[in-house]
């Protein structure tokens, strides 16, 4: 107990020192704390069924939600190092039961200066006529060098909904490739959204893949990446349009600021019925110059204004 | 009356071909004074000239001045910082910034800022603080919340780009109590508009024509002279008069 107390204390240190918010600890919202291999906190929620196993570099976890679930407060997730580690790994098993409604809140958390590889599998099933909404937000440290290997495989089952945010917001954003992966079935839908900022030379890849399997069903893949300084970014957006009447839409939008930068949106869309739709929009540029110029001409500097344009961008 | 703005025989270039031709205009300390003129006359021209805007940072000739401060080639926030501002004929559009956060950005130096007011104001309920200034707001929507900045901003001198254009404002009297509510705290507003029922709502107006102020005084009189003029000119409708 006293060891655990011990780990909580210093992820509440470390994590908080690089932009997690202090209420997460203070008021006790994790549901499941991990911090390298070690659980440190972990709280049942209602309808939630879950099983976490430590492993030789971090944590398999299987969940359960129980068909009608409907929770109003997020599940709340934290995998994190808060220390010196050579590799993370997590695998995940999520199954959202029939009707089940629920949003799960996923914090990475990366102490300040420390360097390890860290790789995340997540599978989600999205039952029958069930909502499920997964936000995964990470922080580093602005000296953190993270290698971030993600993949997500999801199915989503007829008349549901699921939608994926992966954010980085606060450090560098290290070597990051996120692939994220679903099938969607009768008037399913599925939202993927990823918004990041790479620094210095930071190589940020994400790989969209939508198979719109299901009579009517639709997705959505949107991107918003910052590049800076010596950054490379590269996005690849792909849906299938394999069902009658499905409806598809990929939006990127890559912004680069910095001559060194490296920026690449390849949006494929493919479509195999008639009756299927599905377009794309990808832009690759500079910040608009009308809102800098609106911004400044309210007083920011051209910094200021740049950074509220990101911020908004990455929100 | 107090000079605030002092355009001084202001010529400008681009690619060489020339859009203002020597504009010299005096705004008042205080004043709403509204510029008036045909399609392509240099009206916005001159505006983002005073403001900066673009490329836009000194004109081929001339100078144009701010109080004491000579603005040639100044960036746009120093510009700003001095106590000026522009609001856009067609504003700009910001993802996932909320309409009270743009206007605490806008009126981060003002003291008496109150959103909600700035808000009444151009006609929008206070619910309009948590949408976002992107294209769920229509155009005048958008442009409501554009004018609602300066009021937050309470600049020293705000220049408006067409204020009506794209807003379906229910009378006359919702501009002109607009720009009084501006006036009445401390906002000189230069406006440009090629309507000159507009700029009837002015203390004072100009005329411009062809890259030049051809006349400045009463805005009825001026606003006479536009209509009466400036449809049937020669210079800009040829076809008109049979010119060529």
Redesign the interface.
């Known amino acids: 107990m006293a060891i655990a107390k011990n780990l909580l204390n210093i992820a509440k240190k470390e994590f908080t020192k690089i932009g997690l918010p202090e209420e997460l600890f203070t008021k006790n919202k994790f549901n499941l704390l991990v911090d390298r291999n070690k659980i440190v906190t972990k709280y049942p929620a209602p309808g939630v069924r879950s099983e976490v196993i430590e492993t030789p570099t971090g944590v398999k976890t299987k969940v359960y939600i129980e068909p009608g679930t409907k929770l109003e407060e997020p599940v709340t997730l934290c995998f994190g190092a808060a220390g010196r580690t050579d590799l993370q790994t997590t695998e995940s098993e999520i199954i959202v039961g029939e009707g089940a409604d629920v949003k799960f809140q996923v914090y990475g958390a990366m102490a300040e200066g420390i360097k390890l590889k860290h790789t995340a599998k997540t599978k989600i099933v999205v039952e029958k006529n069930a909502k499920f909404v997964f936000i995964d937000v990470h922080y580093n440290g602005e000296n953190t060098l993270v290698d971030l290997e993600t993949e997500t495989d999801a199915y989503v089952g007829e008349n549901a909904y699921f939608k994926s945010v992966f954010k980085q917001i606060k450090g560098r954003a290290g070597k990051v490739r996120v692939n994220l992966k679903a099938r969607v079935d009768r008037k399913g839908v599925v939202v993927f959204e990823t918004k990041m900022i790479g620094k210095k030379d930071d190589e940020i890849k994400v790989e969209d893949i939508i198979y719109l399997d299901g009579e009517e069903s639709r997705g959505i893949s949107k991107s918003?990446i910052i590049a800076v300084d010596q950054a490379k970014a590269e996005f690849i957006g792909e849906t299938y349009g394999n069902a009658p009447r499905c409806r598809g839409h990929i939006d990127c939008s890559e912004i680069i600021r910095g001559k060194d930068v490296v920026v690449k949106a390849v949006p494929v869309v493919v479509v195999r019925d008639e009756t299927a739709k599905v377009t794309h929009e990808a832009a690759i540029g500079s910040i608009?110059?009308?809102?800098l110029?609106?911004?400044?001409?309210?007083?920011?500097?051209?910094d200021e204004?740049v950074d509220?344009?990101v911020?908004?961008?990455?929100? | 009356m107090e000079p605030i703005l002092t355009v001084n025989n202001v010529k400008l270039s681009l690619d060489e071909k020339p859009i203002l031709k020597g504009v010299n205009l005096i705004i008042n300390k205080g004043e709403i004074h509204a510029i008036l003129g045909p399609n392509g006359a240099g009206k916005s021209t001159l505006a983002n000239l005073i403001?900066g805007?673009?490329d836009l940072k000194s004109p081929t000739e001339g100078e144009i001045i701010f109080k004491d401060k000579i603005l040639n080639g100044l960036?746009?926030?120093e510009?700003?910082?001095l106590g000026i501002?522009?609001a856009?004929q067609e504003?700009?559009?910001?993802?996932?910034?909320t309409v009270e956060e743009y206007l605490k950005?806008?009126g981060?130096?003002n003291p008496d800022l109150d959103v909600e007011e700035c808000l009444k104001f151009v006609g929008l309920d206070s619910s309009y603080l948590f949408r976002y200034v992107d294209d769920t707001l229509s155009g005048g929507e958008r442009k409501r919340v554009e004018l609602a900045?300066i009021l937050a901003?309470k600049p020293e001198l705000a220049i408006l780009d067409e204020p009506d254009s794209g807003i379906d404002f229910a009378s006359m009297e919702d501009i002109a109590r607009m720009l009084k509510t501006m006036k009445d705290r401390g906002t000189t507003i230069l406006m440009i508009t090629h309507r000159e029922e507009i700029a009837e709502i002015s203390d004072r107006a100009s005329l411009m024509c062809d890259g030049r102020v051809i006349q400045t005084g009463n805005p009825k009189e001026v606003g006479e002279k536009f209509k009466n003029m400036c449809i049937t000119c020669e210079v800009k409708n040829p076809q008109l008069v049979g010119g060529k």
């Open positions: 918003r608009d110059k009308k809102q110029e609106t911004l400044m001409a309210r007083g920011l500097t051209e204004a509220v344009i911020q908004g961008m990455l929100r | 403001m805007i673009g960036e746009i926030s510009r700003a910082k501002t522009l856009w504003p700009a559009r910001f993802e996932g910034i950005l806008a981060r130096n900045s901003m």
